[in-house]
């Protein structure tokens, strides 16, 4: 997964997207895809919701730049203006099919050198990180101190929020939780350094479809038997488990403690 730094435009059209889905979702559960988008000190917010109540967005705005002020003035964001392309009352149709990768990191979503570069080292001005097989800077236009990166590329002149931010529970994000969650456990398990992980919401035989592929000597057949025999894929009781959390912490505090990064399991986790 991209890390995203908050303190970077990007950061800015992320937070500013899931804050969105928070304001649409403060007293009912819809569907919501938001997309904003940042073209030079104008935001297009487009998205689709099956909530028919209209959102005020200038006053969403407002509150936004009231919320997050400090960030908002650092970026010259005091006075934003917002094309609204949000489409309401309308019916999402869902994917049924996600592909995660999960490395063994205290926050498995990211990969682990990520991790500690981000802590161990003086970072340039940047707005987001993707590991591949080396790290891979988005850095802030402005920066030209580029001579400890091996790879690096300039943000481009609009600049889009992308998933899992701007997207509700029930449009993928309940699934990469969840199965961040399994992963989460199967590190020590079957010992390997990275999982990718198949998470299918169509059924065969009551069973989720899924897929794992990692480096292990573990069979793959035992290992998915194993994860199908343990969890239940069961959305409702798991949103019950993450209901209070707040989705701007994804970005506001992506290594602080998750309500799903629990090892509840573990000792159900038993390969023969």
């Known amino acids: 997964m991209k890390y995203i730094n908050e303190n970077s435009n990007r950061g800015i059209v992320n937070l500013f997207a899931d804050y969105i889905v928070n304001e649409i979702n403060k007293t009912h559960q819809y569907d919501v895809v938001i997309e904003v988008t940042d073209c030079g000190k104008f935001f297009v917010v487009n998205g689709m919701t099956t909530s028919d109540k209209i959102l005020d967005i200038i006053k969403v705005r407002e509150s936004f730049v009231e919320t997050y002020k400090s960030l908002m ?3 010259g964001y005091e006075t934003v203006n917002i094309i609204d392309l949000i489409m309401y009352n309308r019916d999402l149709s869902k994917k049924t099919d996600y592909t995660f990768n999960f490395y063994n990191s205290n926050r498995p979503i990211y990969h682990y050198e990520l991790i500690n570069t981000l802590i161990d080292n003086d970072q340039p001005k940047f707005n987001s990180i993707t590991y591949t097989n080396r790290l891979e800077y988005e850095l802030d236009y402005s920066e030209d101190n580029t001579s400890n990166l091996d790879y690096y590329t300039y943000a481009p002149l609009n600049i889009s929020s992308e998933f899992p931010h701007g997207y509700s529970l029930s449009m993928g994000r309940q699934e990469l939780y969840y199965s961040e969650y399994i992963c989460n456990q199967l590190f020590d398990v079957i010992l390997t350094d990275k999982i990718t992980f198949k998470y299918s919401s169509v059924k065969v035989d009551e069973d989720n479809q899924i ?24 959305m409702l009781v798991f949103n019950d488990m993450i209901k209070d959390y707040n989705i701007t912490d994804d970005l ?17 986790l038993i390969l023969f």
């Open 211 to 234: 897929d794992i592929k990692t480096t292990t000597l573990f069979p793959k057949k035992s290992i998915i038997s194993m994860v199908l025999d343990v969890f239940d894929f069961d």
């Open 73 to 75: 003035t650092k970026f």
């Open 252 to 268: 506001l505090k992506p290594f602080d403690k998750k309500p799903w990064l629990v090892r509840d399991k573990i000792k159900d």
